[in-house]
């Protein structure tokens, strides 16, 4: 694949590896990519900058206060020239600052700036790749959604045998050019997804909800958004931190989300419905605190609220591809299957919610796509490696409907 015409921006931290970013470097050049390096002072004392300044025919970025030779503040423009970032090798600090954000070089501030994809290739021994504290910080970068190649097994310049190897670098172009392919897959193509709780009020100060903190759909929004899809995020209440790069409606009700989502379906070529909409409100709403009736019981009715997915169902269009999610305690796949008939979807994400790693308010799910083709059982995965597989399915069918 030719790279041409792509900027990638190649951390490299202090581990004996570092002698090997100069052959991806190379690579890159090869392949057409112009190449920018951001060395932390560590990685200097394995391999000049020099070595990396000849390569990539660019200067090296070492310190965040040398002065420059163009006046742009060196980090931001760096971090806005990149279509992919990578750090090889990645050690086990740098995983660790980029997992709580911090920012006192030049790379972990460029880093936190960037917005482009990033792609870590860890290098540690493997006590340090196997600790609690890295494990932590890699399932909450990948959360976030970086991507891993490597670690490989073997034999460690420590002297240890484990995991903890660079891959090589060929395997770690490779994974480049894969996530640079990626990021066409979707462009020109609108997705909208829904994300979150509604609340349905029976006075201004109580309401009926559930537990969706907004993780699931937001890993489908950013996964569809690093593709390059143009995305509409209709999103109820929420705890996770919201997406940048997406347009955001703001919902309360199911109501809200009803009109919203059925207004924007038409011009959807995918609509994505991982939202927990209440399925049921009151009938009678106070505009007052409702007060304690001294002991007495206090009774409500409460009503059906719209099915926006058999909506959105009811008005699809040819070649538009309809998801709906199923949040089931029992019978998953018997409801999903339903669900997935009556709302006229071509496929459902079918999720029990009461296993653990599953459902709301975690990282990680567990989910079966149910479809006329049958059952696909996706394992125990980040929100975000599920949002992936949603999106590979989603591709394969819009291009299937062309
Ligand atoms: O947000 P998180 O904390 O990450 O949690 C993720 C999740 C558990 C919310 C998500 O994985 C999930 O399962 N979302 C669907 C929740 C739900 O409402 O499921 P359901 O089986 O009740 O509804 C089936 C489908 O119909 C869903 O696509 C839902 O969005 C939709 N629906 C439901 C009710 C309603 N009135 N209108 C709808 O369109």
Known sequence: MSLRGKTVLLGVTGGIAAYKAVEVVSR????????????????TE?????????????????????????????????????????????????????????????????????????????????????AEATRRNVETLRARGAHFVGPEG?????????????????????????????RETLSGVKVLVTAGATREHLDP??????????????????????????????????????????????VVSTQELYDAVTSLAPEADAVIQAAAPADYRFRDVSDQKIKKKDGGALTFTLEETPDIAAAVGRMKRPGQVLVGFAAETENLLAHAEKKLASKNLDFIVANDVTQPGAG????????????????????????????????????KRLKGKQ
């Not at 989910?367 to 989603?394: C, H, M, W, Y």
């Open 205 to 250: 100060v109580r309401f009926l909800t559930n537990e969706s903190s907004g993780k699931m759909g937001f890993a489908i929004a950013e996964a569809a958004r690093d593709r390059g899809a143009e995305v509409t995020l209709v999103k109820g209440s929420t705890t996770a931190p919201v997406p940048e790069g997406v347009k955001v409606v703001q």
């Open 46 to 130: 394995f391999v000049t900058p020099l070595t990396f300044e000849t390569l990539a025919n660019h200067p090296v970025v070492t310190d965040t206060f040398a002065r420059p030779e163009t006046w742009d503040v060196a980090h931001i423009s760096l971090a806005k020239e990149a279509d992919l970032c990578v750090v090889a090798p990645a050690t086990a600090n740098i995983l660790a600052k980029l997992a709580v954000g911090l920012a006192d070089d030049m790379l972990s501030t460029t880093l936190l700036a960037a917005k482009a994809p990033l792609l870590l290739a860890p290098a540690m021994n493997t006590g340090m790749w196997t």
């Open 360 to 395: 709301f308010n975690v990282d990680t799910n567990i989910a079966t796509f149910l479809s006329a083709e049958g059952a696909n059982p996706r394992p125990l995965q980040t929100k975000r490696q599920l949002a992936e597989d949603i999106l590979d399915e989603v591709e």
């Open 28 to 43: 890159l050049r090869k392949l057409g990519a112009q190449v920018r390096v951001v060395m932390t002072k560590n990685a």
């Open 154 to 182: 073997g034999f460690l310049a420590c002297g240890d045998t484990g995991a903890g190897r660079m891959s090589e670098p060929a395997a770690i172009v490779e994974a480049i050019e894969a996530l640079l392919a990626r």
